[in-house]
């Protein structure tokens, strides 16, 4: 009786995409991280507006912190990847939030509220220049 020879030449390994107890290999790229990373850059970009800033920031947080949740399980790569995108995505929700909150004294101040009366009963453009001109020096003094 003769012992087999060692390793079986007719054995080909594991197959592709998996290791050699049986485990999924992770996956070689992260959706989560790109989506995170493209959302975060629009966010910056788009802060000054409520969608571009609001909604595409918190998303990018969102997706961030997935893409890295699965890259700490070791299922997905591009973890650097997905923590630029959500904080990104924070800096584009904190720009937006500033902007909105500027944008709401302005106009619950009563310089806002003189200028508007001031339209209302302006009769020409040239009346309602001055209005304008008028509110941009009550804002600047």
Not at 116 to 125: S, T
């Amino acid at each position: 009786m003769s012992l087999p020879s060692y390793p079986d030449p007719s054995y080909q390994g594991p197959p592709p995409g998996h290791d050699a107890y049986g485990n999924a290999a992770p996956a070689r790229t992260n959706g989560f991280a790109i989506t995170a990373l493209v959302l975060g850059l629009l966010a910056c970009l788009f802060f000054w507006t409520v969608v571009g800033g609001l909604l595409l920031g918190l998303l990018a947080v969102v997706f961030g912190i997935i893409a890295a949740l699965r890259t700490r399980q070791g299922r997905a790569p591009r973890r650097v990847m997905a923590i630029v995108g959500a904080a990104l995505g924070a800096l584009g929700l904190i720009g937006s939030v500033i902007v909105l909150v500027i944008g709401m004294s302005v106009v619950n101040s009563d310089e806002f509220k003189n200028f508007e009366d001031c339209v209302r009963q302006a009769e020409g453009q040239a009346a309602e220049d001055r209005c304008t001109e008028d509110f941009v020096d009550e804002l600047t003094n």
